[in-house]
């Protein structure tokens, strides 16, 4: 399974906020077996939103869309999202009685949009929050507050599955040009995937879906590279 992840806010392009949710839906997914293929961050504008999740939809198997929820001004997601695939925004009766009969709010108390959804999608409930997501042609829209992306997110994690995913880490004292060749070794022997990145020392990531073969690989480079220091 191919996912994009598109996060929305002014805030996050202008550096106020970091986009800490696309970090942890990576790790998420990928812990999954999925593999996250785009990561892009959009203004606070329906037309931008519109053709960013189009463009997403359009090549990668589900988009999932964060931030931007709410009744205020600058809570576009949804329309953008609706004008992606091409329908209105609309009230959702589910929204707005699972708010009644779960929070303390009732209709009377919500600002005019805070349940207006696609027509057609599949309502999220916001167990941590008040507004709404969604889920419409395998766009799923969460809000922005970590808290409540990351409750919403669990309702729906079963329904990203890439299969098996397994990983372990080869720590290397050693730059990373002088362990390209060691790599591409390790490629052409094992069916995996290598990351490599620097800090202190080289963290060589091997991923895959099998896990004797992933381990093979590790237990093989371990023994290739120098090991840093304890």
Known sequence: MRVALVTVGDEILSGDTVNTNAAWLGERLTERGVSVERVVVVPDRVA?????????????????????LGPTH????????????????EE???????????????????????????KGARMLPNEVGVAPGAEIENV?????????????FERVAD?????????????????????????AE???RFDVKVG??????????IEG??????????????GRVERPER
């Open 48 to 68: 931008d939103i519109a053709r960013v999740v189009n463009e997403s939809l359009a090549e990668y198997d589900a988009v999932v869309v964060t931030g931007g």
């Open 74 to 89: 600058d809570d576009l997601t949804m329309e953008g999202v609706a004008a992606a695939i091409g329908v209105p925004v």
């Open 92 to 118: 959702h009766e589910e929204a707005i009685r699972w708010i009644d009969e779960h929070t303390d709010y009732e209709r009377a108390d919500l600002v005019a949009g805070t349940t207006h959804l696609p």
């Open 140 to 152: 799923y829209v969460l809000p922005g507050v970590p808290k409540e992306m990351r409750t919403m």
């Open 159 to 183: 329904e990203f599955d890439g299969g098996p995913h397994f990983e372990e880490v080869v720590p290397a004292d050693e730059p990373e040009s002088a362990l390209v060749d060691r790599f």
């Open 186 to 188: 390790l490629r052409e």
């Open 196 to 205: 490599s990145y620097p800090g202190d020392h080289v963290r060589v990531k």
């Open 209 to 222: 879906s099998d896990e004797e073969t992933v381990r093979n690989a590790a237990d093989w480079l371990r």
